[in-house]
């Protein structure tokens, strides 16, 4: 009679895990990657098919509507040249989309990782310390927090003569900092108390080492899924400073071209594209960040991908 060992029948009871069924491979994950990706390589591979010459202004004819679009009384008819037509102060708006789309993108990443990387080390001191530093750094958290930061860098942006790609970028991380601060702290406070940090603390770690070396890295689908978040957070607010009129001027952006549309009366005088093209390269990137931030947010935690015990 045939035995089977205690190995062959754990064997038969645990299924195999393919390698396809990685938490990674998320699929909003995924698609909101290669979103953002296409939009971040439209700057690369862009520049390699079209003259981005175009983007400066008296650079092409005026007001000529996409290729795909019916010419109307009032406009010259479409250009194959100019296949997103052009706006009234004669930029060709692909090329404005092949140069504004990286831009706006840039002016997001540079913020929310300077946001991010002065979160990361006042939220892990502040609860991994603790004492006087965590109340000192809870408190100016909490205070800035509660700064109108739009107003502000409004009245900043306005002062400032020559505002650049990164010095917009630099304004609105002042204000990126404090909410990454606080929801780092607040689950550093949860960890510090778990096993693999006690028997670091027992093995004479040092808090620096315990801090990044054995924390940090178990935060890493947490603090990614943050960061797209603020990501998004730093293009919404550079937009809305630039659709004011409070941002660079001499490099086209995303913002800057709704701005120049919104004063140039676009939308009444039926140039839908001039408004229309900045919009949707926004809603791409937007909801690319958005699918990432729930994919990460799925990989942080379990229960929201519906994972069951096998």
Do not use: C
Request: glycine share 10%; proline share 7%; no cysteine.
């Amino acid at each position: 009679m045939a035995t089977v060992t205690a190995a062959q029948a754990i064997g038969r009871r645990v299924p195999r895990v393919s390698r396809w069924q990685s938490p990674w491979l998320n699929a909003k994950l995924l698609v909101g990657f290669a979103m953002v990706l296409s939009m971040a390589l439209l700057g690369v591979v862009g520049r390699l098919f079209w003259d981005v010459r175009l983007a400066h202004a008296a650079s092409s004819p005026l007001n000529l509507p996409p290729v795909f679009a019916k010419a109307g009384p009032n406009f010259p008819p479409p250009d194959p040249a100019h296949p997103l037509g052009t706006e009234s102060n004669g930029r060709d708006m692909l090329a404005v989309l092949i140069v504004g789309a990286p831009r706006s993108l840039r002016i997001g990443l540079i913020a929310a990782g300077i946001g991010m990387g002065i979160g990361i080390i006042l939220g892990f001191t502040s609860g991994f310390v603790g004492g006087w530093l965590d109340n000192v750094i809870r408190t100016f958290a909490d205070a800035f927090i509660t700064i109108p930061s739009l107003a502000v860098l409004i009245v900043i942006s306005a002062y400032v003569r020559q505002i650049s790609v990164e010095n917009m970028a630099l304004l609105l991380a002042a204000f990126a900092w404090p909410g990454p601060t606080r929801l780092i702290r607040a689950q550093v406070l949860s960890m510090r108390e778990r096993g693999y940090v006690l028997m670091a603390r027992l093995s004479n770690a040092s808090t620096f080492a315990i801090m990044f070396k054995e924390m940090l890295p178990n935060m890493l689908p947490y603090l990614a899924a943050s960061f797209t978040g603020n990501v998004s957070g730093a293009i919404l607010a550079a937009t809305g400073l630039e659709a004011l009129g409070l941002g660079p001027t001499r490099v086209p952006t995303l913002g800057m071209t709704i701005f120049y549309a919104i004063r140039a009366a676009a939308i009444i005088r039926g140039m839908w594209w001039w408004w229309g093209v900045p919009i949707a390269a926004l809603v791409v990137i937007f909801s690319g960040l958005f699918l990432m931030t729930i994919g990460l947010d799925e990989i942080a935690n379990p229960r929201l991908r519906g994972a069951r015990p096998q």
